[in-house]
């Protein structure tokens, strides 16, 4: 059990760390570079296409889907975090340990 619940924690920090470099990806293109890896928009654009159908994401030409995208990621593992009292105590041992 501990081990599910560390999966999902450390799955929703690496989603966490994509939505951030997709975000600072996305200020390039101030810049007129135009970069994106598709690794990137593969595992991104069906999350945000999931969202954007549950509610309305964009306000004029600001989209917020990675701002919402990390909002529930924070939800997730605060729900994981404060109903199995135990996993917080894991993690931070193993963080200690290293």
Avoid: H
Wanted: hydrophobic content about 60%; some cysteine; aromatic content about 18%.
């Amino acid at each position: 059990m501990i081990e599910i619940g560390l999966g999902i924690i450390i799955f929703t920090d690496l989603i966490m760390y994509l939505v951030f470099f997709d975000v600072i990806l996305s200020w390039l293109n101030l810049f007129w570079l135009n970069w994106r890896p598709i690794f990137v928009s593969s595992i991104l654009d069906p999350l945000y296409k999931n969202i954007s159908n549950i509610i309305p994401t964009t306000f004029w030409m600001f989209k917020f889907d990675a701002l919402i995208v990390i909002i529930c990621i924070y939800f997730i593992q605060g729900i994981l975090l404060s109903n199995i009292p135990w996993l917080e105590e894991e993690i931070l041992r193993l963080i200690n340990s290293i």
